[in-house]
């Protein structure tokens, strides 16, 4: 009874595949049931709870579509890419794609160079450092009072609180001083944990992302262009 009420992506690893395809075959059936998964709870939730299954089924497509080619490769840039792949790679210049290296916040301040980085963060299982600085630019548009102190509290819950579903790698003091500003939120109570987040991801994952794959085949498609 057990067995017939097992995961269906655990039987699937269960059955034999050709070495050749074996990975690929995986990534297609845990992509299959992720999709399914996230259909099957997108029903009766709220938009923000819907937005945040389709930004999670996207995450997990860009991932297993890297599994398919080395760790940290993605040659086709289908999940990536905000827009259109093609007409994303025919609008980004090889000049564009090479500033990103200039700064960091080149690199943030493009929106194709955003989504690139993301990717590789997915690579690494970090993904959230990147979305919790997106959350706290996006809160600081906010106008309404009203709407500030329930946002403020979904992204405390979400990345800041400690086990949070996407918990940020912040110290003790940074957590607990956002936590008090939350209980009276402005427009820069996250500001703190934000400068530690993006400082974070500005020496560490940066330089690793400089020198990734998903970086140096994105500039070699935009080379490619030329020729």
């Avoid at 210049?93 to 690139?116: I, M, P, Q």
Wanted: aromatic share 8%; with cysteine.
């Amino acid at each position: 009874m057990y067995q017939e009420a097992a995961d269906p992506v655990i039987q699937s690893l269960d059955k034999p595949c050709p070495s050749s395809t074996c990975q690929n075959y995986i990534a297609t059936t845990m992509l299959t049931a992720t999709r399914q998964s996230l259909s099957d709870h997108t029903i009766g939730k709220e938009p923000q709870v819907v937005r945040t299954g389709q930004r999670q089924n996207r995450g997990m497509r860009t991932r297993l579509g890297c599994l398919s080619h080395k760790s940290d490769s993605c040659n086709d840039f289908t999940a990536i890419l905000p827009d259109k792949p093609n007409r994303a790679l025919k609008r980004l210049s090889t000049e564009e794609a090479t500033r990103w290296a200039d700064s960091f916040d080149s690199l943030l301040s493009h929106k194709y160079g955003v989504a690139t980085f993301r990717a590789f963060l997915k690579t690494e299982f970090s993904e959230e450092n990147l979305e919790f600085w997106l959350a706290c630019e996006e809160f600081k548009k906010t106008r309404s009072t009203t709407k500030l102190a329930s946002k403020a509290h979904r992204i405390f819950e979400e990345f800041i609180d400690v086990q949070a579903p996407r918990e940020v790698n912040i110290d003790f003091q940074t957590r607990e001083v956002t936590r008090n500003n939350v209980q009276e939120p402005s427009l820069s109570c996250f500001d703190q944990a934000q400068g530690k987040v993006r400082s974070l991801m500005e020496k560490d994952s940066y330089p690793r992302f400089l020198r990734s794959k998903i970086y140096t085949d994105l500039l070699t498609q935009t080379q490619r262009k030329l020729s």
